[in-house]
């Protein structure tokens, strides 16, 4: 799938929408889900023009993919689930339902989490 610039979240870092901004690096900015599903949901993306996980695993550069997971990490402590525990999920692509087409990664956390939950089961 080709990069569509207009798309929300390269607007946000673009800075023509706002967000509440977690935790950025060079590489990778997370921010809080605009609908959160549980209490504490946070997108984390790569600042790169990256659709998936496949584009951004065969394109990214080294310093960017570790960019990326840093931010991860980083982003799960700054937002304080890292002592109780949180669940990373990333879409990608219309089976997995993924509505930004710009790769991120969920994560949710904030109070236990069902041990089969998807996205609807969240709430
Ligand atoms: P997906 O289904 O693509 O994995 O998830 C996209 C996520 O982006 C959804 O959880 C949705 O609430 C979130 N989202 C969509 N538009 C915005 C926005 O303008 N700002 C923020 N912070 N989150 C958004």
């Known amino acids: 799938m080709s990069y569509d610039r207009h798309n929300v979240f390269a607007r946000i870092l673009r800075g023509e929408i706002p967000c509440k901004k977690v935790y950025e690096n060079a590489h990778?900015?997370?921010?809080?889900?605009i609908n959160p599903l549980?209490?504490?949901?946070?997108?984390v993306i790569p600042k790169g023009e990256?659709?998936?996980f496949v584009d951004f695993s065969a394109q990214a550069s080294a310093e960017e993919q570790a960019g990326f997971?840093?931010?991860i990490g980083a982003a799960a402590k700054a937002c304080g689930v890292a002592a109780g525990g949180y669940r990373l999920i990333a879409n990608n692509g219309a089976d997995a339902h993924q509505e930004v087409p710009h790769l991120h990664v969920h994560i949710f956390g904030g109070k236990p989490i069902p041990g089969r939950?998807?996205?609807?089961?969240?709430?």
Do not use: C, N, T
């Open 117 to 123: 939950m998807i996205k609807q089961e969240g709430r």
């Open 28 to 33: 990778a900015l997370a921010f809080h889900d």
């Open 69 to 71: 997971v840093q931010a």
């Open 50 to 52: 990256y659709v998936s």
């Open 38 to 43: 549980m209490p504490v949901h946070v997108l």
